[in-house]
């Protein structure tokens, strides 16, 4: 056994408990966590105590009692006793038992099983009635709807999924400053809300109040509101 290495774990545990009595009602799990690692550590290396660590007395009362006595085959003069041999006190032994074992953590409970809901039948709401388209009136010839003879025409009426993307840069130009009073913020909202509808009749009502605003009649601007109105009933196809 190493002395001097016990002597150290000693301190670090004397040390420890000036440390932790100040606030005894305070004493936090790294603190005890700790001061039993110390004490294990002193108990180990009293466990491993070689004899030739111990004292001479130690060691002559080991080898004594090892000796076998035999029965003396005749009787001899007693030998006189042996003056008493003076033995310096045995270290005090730290009696240190081994940390309790930890408790085992109790098993959760298992969970309550959840109620069972009844479903109630979802009452089926009758399909949104359709939008009636407001009577065009006089802007009725732009919105016009004519069949399409030549292949080129047939092609030009090809469905289209967005209708922002299927305009070119100069075409949009156009339409700003023809239809929307040159209100690009406007454009961009109009066509947004015209790809969400769900049928033509739906977008006319809205087409209709920017053909009353900006005069769709205008003959500079009929030509661009038709294309525009075309490309527009290509959503719903």
Known sequence: MD????????????????SISVEE??????????????????????????????????????KKA?????????PQPAEPAPAPVKQSAPEPVLEVSPPAPEPEPEAEPAPAPEPKVEKKPVA????????????????????ENKGANELSEKLSLQPISDITKSIAIND??????DLF???????????NQLNSLGNMDEASNV?????KSNDWLDDEKQ???????????????
């Open 172 to 177: 949009k130009l156009l339409y700003v400053n």
């Open 3 to 18: 002395l001097q290495q016990s002597k150290k774990i000693l301190d670090k545990i004397n040390a420890l408990y000036q």
């Open 207 to 211: 087409l209709l109040e920017f053909a």
């Open 124 to 143: 089926k709401t009758p399909p949104p009635s359709k939008v009636k388209a407001t009577p065009l009136g006089k802007f009725k010839t732009l919105f």
């Open 66 to 74: 090892k000796i076998k006595k035999t029965p003396p085959s005749s």
């Open 181 to 191: 009073g040159k209100d690009a913020n406007a454009y961009a909202v109009t066509l």
């Open 25 to 62: 009602d305070h004493i936090s799990s790294i603190e005890k966590d700790l001061m039993l690692s110390y004490i294990r550590q002193l108990y180990e290396s009293f466990l491993e105590t070689k004899p030739e660590t111990l004292s001479a007395p130690a060691r002559k009362a080991i």
């Open 223 to 237: 030509d661009t509101a038709r294309a525009f109105i075309k490309l527009v009933r290509r959503r719903y196809i």
